[in-house]
């Protein structure tokens, strides 16, 4: 349950970054897309269910402020979340390569499926302009605003420790042995 409140503290703070700080300190013409960076690393470092948590807490605040429709955002972000969730037994906190990839492929992944649901299937064709002037400058940004927000991530991950899942079986041994 804490990684839960963690993950939507983490989350309502990161929008309001993305959302006012970084609205006006774009590089290159984008921002960053912190929301995309904290679903790929929740779900690398804590599995399906909290990246697909962490990808629809992202993509509602996404677009209940910004879309006319909501849902697209969500399901994108959820769908990052949860593949970067399957990748979950690659994480090791020593090795730093494993969340630069995820989050540049994530970013990347979130352009491509956002160029193809709001611009491809409205006869808009120009990818490679897209992915050149949008896609690439923001998986960057990303990638150099996201590895100090990842590296803090690990930490507080590390101070609180995983929650230890205790089996009923253990529970009710635990449960004698306080009776006694």
Known sequence: MRRYIYLLLLNIVCFVLQTTMFRHLPLGGVVPNILIMI?????LMYGRKL????????????????????GLTIL???????????????????????P???????????GVL????RFMLRGRMDFMFY??????????????IGVPIY????????????EEHVSLEEHVEMDREKAI
């Open 39 to 43: 679903t790929a690393a929740s779900g």
């Open 51 to 70: 990246g697909m948590f962490s990808g629809f807490l992202g993509g509602l605040m996404i677009d209940a402020m910004f879309n006319s429709v909501i």
């Open 76 to 98: 994108i972000y959820s769908f990052i979340g949860y593949v970067n969730g399957m990748l979950n037994k690659l994480y090791f906190k020593e090795r730093l390569y494993i």
């Open 100 to 110: 630069v990839i995820t989050i540049v492929l994530s970013d990347l992944a979130y």
């Open 114 to 117: 956002y160029y193809v649901c």
């Open 131 to 144: 992915l050149m002037h949008v896609m690439i400058p923001e998986a960057v940004y990303t990638l150099i």
């Open 151 to 162: 590296l803090l991530m690990r930490q507080i991950k590390e101070h609180f420790k995983p």
